[in-house]
């Protein structure tokens, strides 16, 4: 069986960083892109960003530039999601999820984490 | 970008029912990049339905996505009770690729 396995949840402060990792299990990580996607309280569903599979290129959500970086560890079959400066608005559960096909423009998720609640709050 | 409009809200149904969720986007969605996912309380979502109308690996025949442009259905056609879930579009032909806000399904 196949399962992406999120870290569990973070309570950070204002202006602080927060690391997120999803363990890949029952397939290797780089045969896959992997997105993030935030849901925050009483909201949607928000891209977040992606890493693609072969060459490691990244691409984030327009507002989030610059806060955020996402990364993989392929001895480890782990994938992160960094955001850092952070505010109460981004209180969310944040969900890795495995590209399944991509067209040129983005992708849909065949696999998803259970999510990790990343809670800013003074 | 995209914007997905989900519609009812809610649904509130018995075993056995059918059930018609909506999905309307702000602009046409190219080649018919649509899913549909099921999301259950504390799981990770499933992926349902992609292309707009194909069924993902496992799922019961009872799913069935329709609709092309901005429109797109997802039709659970008996319901059960292992159904109550939020159920989200997606559509992935526009950068970045948008989410509806939901539809709640509910069995009585």
């Known amino acids: 069986q196949v399962f992406l396995v999120q870290s569990g949840a973070e309570v950070k402060k204002p202006g602080a960083s927060v690391k997120v990792s999803c363990k890949a299990s029952g397939y290797t990580l780089t045969d896959h892109g992997i997105s993030w996607v935030r849901q925050a309280p009483g909201q949607g569903l928000e891209w977040v960003g992606w890493?693609?599979?072969?060459?490691?290129?990244?691409s984030y959500l327009q507002k989030l530039q610059g806060r955020v970086a996402i990364t993989t560890d392929t001895a480890t079959s782990t994938a992160y999601m960094e955001l850092r400066s952070l505010r109460s608005d981004d209180t969310a559960v944040y969900y890795c999820?495995?590209?399944?096909?991509?067209?040129?423009?983005?992708?849909?998720?065949?696999?998803w984490g259970r999510g990790t609640l990343v809670t800013v709050s003074s | 970008e995209i914007v997905l409009t989900q519609s009812p809200g809610t649904l509130s149904l018995s075993p056995g029912e059918r059930a018609t969720l909506s999905c309307r986007a702000s602009q046409s969605v190219s080649s018919n990049y649509l899913v549909w996912y099921q999301h259950k309380p504390g799981q990770a979502p499933r992926l349902l339905i992609y292309g707009a109308s194909i069924r993902a690996t496992g799922i019961p025949d009872r799913f069935s996505g329709t609709g092309s442009g901005t429109d797109f259905t997802l039709t659970i056609s008996r319901l059960e009770s292992e159904d109550s879930a939020v159920y989200y579009c997606q559509q992935y032909g526009d950068s970045p690729g948008t989410f509806g806000q939901g539809t709640k399904v509910e069995i009585k």
């Open positions: 999820a495995r590209h399944r096909y991509c067209s040129s423009s983005s992708c849909y998720f065949d696999l």
């Open positions: 890493i693609s599979a072969d060459n490691g290129y990244t």
